[in-house]
């Protein structure tokens, strides 16, 4: 029997244990959402049980973190029904959520910088209005004596680390007596070791009888902790399963919709040439943390170059540091144009890189936030780069138009016109026109952050025939994926970060995703130079 | 059966998000309706308080501008200084720097000039004592601006209370040196009462027509300045967002100072105008918080100078009206302007909001469900 | 001697009035709302105060103290709170721009306060709350009558006293209670708060209002002591108004430091009157207003030196004069 209003047909496919009446303590029934005109979430269905690691597995943009904001109370759901142990609830604010025991740990934490870890636990809890700080903080160390935890309640939350501060945000949401634990990525952050707490954390909790959700894109996740797996797609729940009863192979399927025979076209590079030479590159962050150490590498010309790894291991340090927007600690970063003396590029802003007459293009992972402004149209986005062309103080408004309806009808931009703000175009053609831009300018190197995070296929595919297209031109292309699949089908050469530093070069061609998985995951002892292809 | 459960469901009573697709002529029919909306509320505060007739007032008040040649052109006056101070700010505004020391910014240019004309009135010609005036104003008001702007690129250092502070600061050291001026009188009296040296000519019979041409010409060098130059496009990217200035390669910290100089010059210029073209003296009140005005003036504008005129004109109608209702009526002072000036601020700023953001009530939301 | 401890009487005088008012804009800017609407504020609690006030006197034949203070405080406190309320509508609901809301506020608060004074001046320059004047300024009995401690600690009206506990009520409950600890977190970091279950609507709401209140009581105290319970169109509550935003920053958005700092002011301010003729020599009259610039060259010194020093402690709150909106992305 359904329980009541939980009518309609499940989607999804279903396999092993899980049958139509389920029986499970939270069901989330035809659950949509849009933003503006995407859509966010479409009709969809998932159990939560308790005593149950379940993951929510999908490919990013798939709207797993949407769908569990609606159960958190950070969004409203447009449509759709929520139960617990069958009665229907509402979510309206994060505090109905924790009434309802349910706790999310956000990939972004919410914590409060200048405040302290166990200020941060009790934030917004109900109780008696004069603060008794030692017994909250006796609590803080009994919750994390019982898991294993190692953080001081007294330290205020700038003072630590990343995997102290998922620490503070996994105990707020014990401290509140949470019985259901959705984690958005949580490992996204974590070193090997770190992840392996965690998990052991999260085993302990099940048998605890907590409900457990941890929203992932990593199958080995997936298999090495969880009990069951839930799939969503483009926004829709595909489909659940016992994890013993599936294998990598199926859940892939289900993720991408179709078996991963990806038919990207991989040209041998012609006459590949050093271009832009990356020497014993540190780098520390605006706030003291070291991000990139002793990295080394050789881009080419005509060669894409992969940059594969965890996310937030250095990959936009990199990049960032090589378009000049940070400055390393210390190395060199050298280009090697063709028949010409090299040129040193590191401590030179992007302006002064420009001025050096060296065209490196830069589609950045922030679409929205760096590389266009969301607030103007076409037209004005594609003056970013050439604004300042022209001898006179004013803009030369003729050749970005030009520019900006050749990139709509070459790259079929789905768009009212050329002055339409770009925030109002989807995710996919927010891209075209990123990457139609950068590559307008006929670069000498290209380099791409997650360059088809969030578009559908067809968009992707564009976007890679664009990429392949400039390679062929000669250009040094470097592409930082997070899909080990498109990477190895995609490039040449592969480089694996892992905590800043290069783990290996392998070739693209040769290179399995195991390898790269490792190697994503666990430093070796030896560091490869750059350049030594065929790890 | 899942339909009927469905409405029993306690959704939230408004939902808001935020929406990007309005059309112009909606947004401005917005605005207006709000406009509207505020002067039935002023009307009936003005009938509640003093019984007086709503229309007759608004009647009166409006003939405070359009009553004689005088008045309007009083009007004109200070609707170009109003305007001047706002296509000041706009520049600042719109990369969103927080420039609240407009009012100090006037007053330095005000002191600056009257500087040169009480010590340098005549030693010179008067086409050279003319230019001396600007080019001192202009660095004064600049000199003003550009001390909390070197802070912010270099320390980020927050410029909303440091310029609020130096507005204060600009005050004391004006009445400071008003108070050795004026010596043992009373006030100052005119500067160069009877030379007339450093006034601002009469031109074409009346005497503010030098102040007018100065400020639509500026307000059409803003418009363009902001619009179709390269620092103008760099001052839109910076205030949309400093990381895509920075990827695109233009150099922050320099674009906040260039920009506020300009913001600076041109606040030190209105302070030359108000000394030299309006007033022939200076006081603490030159400025006359008319650069904390001028700040709502360029922001309800959008920062799109010929908007900001008609914002310009409509508070100096409301401000000239109120002289003219006190005057009219016992029971109403000047100090109504004020209030109803607030009211129709308060009404407009609030219609920002459902220009931005869409509400849907779950009366309706259901309604259109239905319709779906 | 003497000259020294009237320039501390007329130091805890004034910096009384910027007590109260700094005191309510740490509790506003606590909440993230940068509210330049103090002036406009003070105004409106310093004239219902004194309306309130001076019609009770001049209604009632034998006025009760009681009942005069009760009736000043309640009114100025309201009429400040109402003036926050216009600011939260319209800054946190309809999430207008806060400094355009603030400088519109001080408008219209200066007009509206304006506007009524000078109906209850009907033609003259000023009038004065007597009664409520020799009750506010009634200084403690027995103790202000010590020789020159009596006179420096305690011969001043109960506002003054009122003043120093509100601070440090307001620092406790910002530091040492559980809705201090949410108010702060709203300030900091208001999607955090708000994944919290803390509603960051009505924390705004309530920090602005009570803020803007207590801001209000220092309007009451300009009228009705130390301006000595005169009402009149030319005062200075603008000037203090802007200082009290000042103060905020001097004492690094803590309650506690507005005491001292708020003292330390009214010595500032008051140095040109007091200053001379105490060191023996006499100061040309211009020179004076260059003395009360410093406590706002000061202020700028304090704001450029947490800007270099980057010490999280003394930071304002990380989304002052930012607006929430929870669905953004």
């Known amino acids: 029997m359904f329980p009541a209003g939980a009518g309609g047909i499940r989607p999804g496919r279903c396999k092993g244990e899980c049958s139509l009446d389920t029986n499970a303590s939270i069901k989330l029934r035809n659950i949509t959402k849009r933003f503006g005109t995407t859509l966010a979430n479409d009709r969809c269905w998932l159990d939560i049980n308790r005593g149950e690691i379940l993951a929510l597995l999908g490919e990013n943009g798939s709207g797993k973190t949407t769908l569990m904001n609606m159960l958190s109370g950070i969004y409203y759901p447009d449509e759709g029904q929520i139960f617990i142990d069958d009665k229907e609830v509402v979510i309206r604010s994060p505090k109905d959520a924790f009434d309802l025991g349910i706790g999310m740990i956000h990939q972004h934490f919410k914590l409060v910088d200048v405040l302290t870890a166990a200020e941060n636990i009790i934030l917004g809890l109900p109780g008696k209005g004069r603060l008794d700080m030692k017994a909250v903080s006796d609590k803080v160390r009994r919750i994390c004596q019982t898991y294993g935890f190692d953080i001081d309640p007294d330290q205020k939350i700038y003072d630590m680390s990343v995997s102290q501060k998922q620490t503070v945000e996994i105990v707020k949401v014990l401290y509140r007596g949470a019985e259901v634990l959705i984690l958005d990525e949580p490992t996204a952050v974590l070193t090997p070791q770190e992840t392996k707490t965690l998990f052991k954390v999260l085993r302990n909790m099940r048998d605890d009888g907590k409900a457990i959700v941890i929203i992932t894109h990593k199958l080995h996740e997936v298999e090495e902790v969880s009990d069951r797996v839930a799939i969503l797609r483009k926004g829709s729940f595909v489909g659940d399963m016992p994890t013993k009863d599936t294998n990598a192979r199926e859940m892939t399927n289900m993720m991408v919709g179709r078996p991963v025979a990806l038919n990207i076209e991989r040209p041998d590079p012609v006459d590949p040439k050093p271009r832009l030479e990356v020497r014993n590159v540190n780098l520390t962050d605006e706030e003291g943390i070291q991000r990139l150490f002793d990295v080394s590498f050789t881009a080419n010309s005509g060669e894409i170059l992969g940059i594969a790894g965890i996310s937030g291991c250095g990959q936009k340090e990199l990049l960032e540091a090589i378009a000049g927007l940070q400055r390393p600690d210390s190395g060199s970063i050298t280009f090697m144009p063709e028949g010409q003396e090299a040129r040193e590029l590191i401590g030179l802003t992007p302006r002064q890189i420009q001025q050096q007459g060296v065209v490196l293009s830069f589609v950045p992972e922030d679409r929205l936030g760096m590389g266009l402004v969301g607030s103007m149209d076409i037209t004005n986005n594609m003056m970013l780069r050439s604004y300042r062309s022209g001898s006179t103080g004013f803009l030369d408004m003729k050749s970005p138009r030009d520019l900006g309806e050749d990139i709509v009808k070459r790259l079929e931009v789905v768009t009212p016109g050329v002055t339409t703000p770009v925030r109002q175009l989807s995710g996919g053609n927010v891209q075209k026109v990123l990457v139609g831009r950068e590559i307008a300018s006929a670069p000498s190197v290209l380099m791409t952050a997650y360059a088809v995070r969030g578009l559908d296929i067809n968009s992707s595919y564009t976007i890679y025939d664009l990429i392949n297209q400039q390679k062929k031109e000669g250009v040094a292309v470097i592409y930082v994926g997070e899909d080990l699949d498109i990477l190895i089908g995609l490039c040449d050469r592969i480089l694996v970060l892992c905590s800043g530093r290069v783990n290996g070069i392998v070739d693209g061609r040769t290179a399995d995703k195991e390898q790269i998985g490792l190697m994503m995951t666990r430093l070796e002892g030896g560091e490869q130079e750059g350049g030594s292809a065929n790890g | 059966m899942g339909e009927s459960v469905k409405y029993a469901v306690k959704e939230p009573l408004v939902h808001i998000t935020r929406r990007t697709d309005i059309r112009s002529w909606k947004a401005w029919l917005i605005r207006v309706a709000s406009v509207v909306l505020a002067l039935i509320v002023n009307a009936l505060f003005i009938y509640s308080v003093t019984g007086l007739d709503p229309v007759k007032v608004y009647t009166v008040m409006i003939q405070g501008t359009f009553q004689s040649t005088y008045n309007f052109l009083t009007s004109m006056r200070d609707v170009a200084l109003l305007l001047c101070i706002a296509i000041a700010l706009a520049p600042a505004f719109k990369m969103r720097f927080w420039n609240i020391g407009a009012e100090g910014q006037v007053l330095m240019g005000g002191l600056a000039t009257a500087l040169v004309m009480i010590y340098l009135g005549n030693a010179m010609p008067p086409w050279l004592l003319m230019v001396t005036m600007f080019a001192a104003s202009i660095a004064a008001g600049a000199l003003w601006a550009v001390i909390p702007a070197i802070f912010k690129a270099k320390w980020k250092t927050n410029e909303t209370l440091f310029t609020l502070m130096m507005n204060y600061i600009a005050i004391n050291i004006v009445d400071c040196l008003t108070n050795i001026w004026r010596g043992s009188k009373s006030s100052m009296g005119q500067i160069n009462a009877n030379t007339q040296a450093g006034w601002f000519p009469r031109l074409l019979g009346y005497r503010f027509t030098i102040n007018i041409i100065i400020v639509l010409v500026l307000t059409v060098v803003m418009y363009i300045y902001l619009k179709y130059t390269k620092d103008g496009y760099e001052i839109a990217v910076i205030g949309e967002s400093e990381n895509t200035a920075r990827y695109a390669g233009i150099n922050v910290k320099r674009a906040i100072v260039r920009t506020l100089l300009i913001s600076g010059a041109i606040c030190g210029l209105a302070g030359c105008i108000t000394v030299a073209g309006k007033n022939q003296t200076i006081s603490v009140n030159t400025a006359g918080g008319y650069g904390f005005t001028a700040i709502i003036v360029a922001w309800l504008a959008k920062f799109n100078t010929f908007y900001m005129m008609l914002i310009a004109f409509i508070l100096i109608v409301l401000e000239k009206g109120a002289i003219q209702i006190a005057s009219a009526y016992t029971l109403l002072n000047d100090y109504a302007a004020d209030i109803i000036t607030g009211v129709i601020l308060f009404f407009i700023l609030g219609s920002e909001f459902f220009i931005n953001y869409r509400v849907v009530f779950r009366a309706r939301r259901d309604r259109e469900e239905e319709q779906a | ?329």
């Not at chain 3, 001292?260 to 009214?266: P, V």
């Open chain 3, 1 to 329: 001697m003497s000259i020294l401890t009237a320039w501390i009487n007329r130091a805890i005088w004034f910096g009384t009035v910027i007590m109260f008012a700094s005191t309510g804009e740490i509790i506003t800017e606590k909440s993230g709302n940068l509210n330049l609407g103090v002036p406009g504020v003070m105004f409106l609690g310093g004239f219902a105060g004194f309306a309130g006030a001076y019609y009770y006197e001049n209604a009632t034949a034998n006025p009760s103290a009681a009942m005069i203070i009760l009736i000043a405080l309640l009114c100025g406190f309201a009429a400040g709170a109402l003036g926050g309320l216009i600011y939260s509508v319209l800054t946190t609901t309809l999430r207008a721009n806060q400094n355009v809301t603030g400088l519109a506020l001080t408008i219209f608060g200066i007009g509206f306060a304006n506007f009524f004074g000078v109906r209850v001046l009907g033609g003259g320059t000023s009038v004065k709350a007597a009664f409520a004047r020799s009750v506010f300024a009634t200084p403690i009995p027995g103790l202000s009558a010590l020789g020159h401690v009596g006179n420096i600690f305690f011969s001043y009206g109960f506002m003054v006293y009122l003043a120093i506990i509100v601070a440090l009520v307001v620092h406790w409950f910002m530091y040492s209670t559980r809705p201090g600890l949410n108010l702060r977190a709203v300030g900091e970091n208001p999607a955090t708060a708000d994944a919290a279950g803390i509603n960051v609507t009505r924390y705004k709401y309530a920090a602005t209002c009570v803020g803007c209140g207590i801001t209000g009581l220092g309007g009451v105290y300009y009228v009705l002591d130390y301006g000595y319970g005169t009402w009149s169109t030319a005062n200075s509550i603008e000037a203090l108004g802007w200082l009290a935003v000042a103060l905020v920053i001097f004492a690094t958005w803590k309650p506690r430091n507005i005491i001292w700092g708020a003292y330390l002011f009214g010595l500032l301010y008051w140095l040109y009157n007091y200053l001379p003729t105490l060191m023996g020599f006499s100061l040309p009259i211009y020179a004076t207003q260059m003395f009360q610039t410093v406590p706002y060259v000061v202020t700028i010194l304090v704001l450029i030196f947490i800007s270099t020093k980057k010490k999280r402690e003394n930071q304002g709150p990380a989304a002052l004069g930012l607006s929430y909106f929870r669905e953004e992305r």
